[in-house]
């Protein structure tokens, strides 16, 4: 009984090699679910007022501190020369991507004009 209970471990446990290769998915989720939580609480901030500014300047607020403390405090990159214009870039991509070239933008501009 002993050797079944060390075997059904030994199955269980991953190699080194495995877990290594695994360890950039883990670090990508963990990134995401932060990043939808984020998202999240600042909707639910914009819906219950909890910000000074209105819609999503709170958001641009932010991000702008966000980006001097990374300015500040990560200016050495192994792989990106200017850490803040990477990320900078990075933000109007997805900006392009996600609402621009989707249609969402106009969307929503036409719909603020019309007052709804």
Avoid: Y
């Avoid at 932060?34 to 998202?39: R, T, W």
């Avoid at 909707?43 to 403390?69: C, I, K, N, R």
């Avoid at 200017?82 to 109007?92: F, G, I, K, R, Y």
């Amino acid at each position: 009984m002993a050797v079944d209970r060390a075997e059904r471990t030994q199955q269980k446990r991953p190699s080194a090699l495995g877990t290594l290769l695994g360890l950039p998915w883990r670090i990508a989720m963990v990134v995401l679910v932060s990043l939808f939580c984020s998202i999240i609480i600042e909707w639910v901030g914009m819906v219950w007022d909890w910000w000074s500014l209105p819609g999503s300047g709170h958001a641009e607020q932010t991000m702008s501190t966000e980006m001097g403390w990374l300015d500040t405090a990560f200016t050495r990159s192994l792989l990106f020369s200017d850490p803040v214009a990477t990320a900078s870039a990075l933000v109007e991509w997805l900006h392009t991507w996600l609402f621009v070239k989707t249609g969402i933008a106009g969307w929503l501009a036409a719909n603020e004009a019309s007052g709804g």
